[in-house]
T-cell receptor
């Protein structure tokens, strides 16, 4: 079955630096991949979606890449701010169906 | 501008008790979902409803039932609660399968 791996260790970076989070998957390439942000005690909030035929997507300070050869997606936050501190979840779908498979998330801490 | 509303926010049950978690969305979305989130694990899909009048099992449906009451509301029922069902439960909705999902802020359920 399809599995997603996100680094369970927190990523600790200095304000102003670029944060890079990794999402690796096994087996088949997903039809699309989504990234969500989750704050403590809150539900996930959608950030970006990238499809299997796209290499890169950008939105303001956020960038997502999708490498089907490496079976990996990278999520970048440029010019990071303390307000970016949260847990970031990767989710993939094998087709346009309704079932998303979520990773366990990576916690990002941005130090002022 | 409520989005997805879940009630209750917190609940403590004894083993064997029953409980219904409520979810309502005001975005006119066709599809609704129930997930559980446990420490160190990703969100796992319990049940989903692709459209009003339909429901389907997700990854971890055992011990749960659902009802899509109308387009707005999707409830999750635990008939006989077990300690293994202690978790945070999230409801989500979207227009259709591949679109981003909008989440509520969760119900924190403890079963003693």
């Amino acid at each position: 079955s399809q599995k997603i791996e996100q680094n369970s260790e927190a990523l600790n970076i200095q304000e102003g630096k670029t944060a890079t989070l990794t999402c690796n998957y096994t087996n088949y390439s997903p039809a699309y991949l989504q990234w969500y942000r989750q704050d403590p005690g809150r539900g996930p909030v959608f950030l970006l979606l990238i499809r299997e035929n796209e290499k890169e997507k950008r939105k303001e300070r956020l960038k997502v890449t999708f490498d089907t050869t490496l079976k990996q997606s990278l999520f970048h936050i440029t010019a990071s701010q303390p307000a970016d501190s949260a847990t970031y979840l990767c989710a993939l779908a094998m087709d346009s169906s309704y079932k998303l498979i979520f990773g366990s998330g990576t916690r990002l801490l941005v130090r002022p | 501008n409520a989005g997805v509303t879940q009630t209750p926010k917190f609940q403590v049950l004894k083993t064997g008790q029953s409980m219904t978690l409520q979810c309502a969305q005001d975005m006119n979305h066709n599809s609704m979902y129930w997930y559980r989130q446990d420490p160190g694990m990703g969100l796992r899909l319990i049940y989903y409803s692709a459209s009003e009048g339909t429901t389907d099992k997700g990854e971890v449906p055992n011990g749960y039932n659902v009802s899509r009451l109308n387009k707005r509301e999707f409830s999750l029922r635990l008939e006989s609660a077990a300690p293994s069902q202690t978790s945070v439960y999230f409801c989500a909705s979207n227009g259709q399968g591949s679109q981003p999902q909008h989440f509520g802020d969760g119900t924190r359920l403890s079963i003693l």
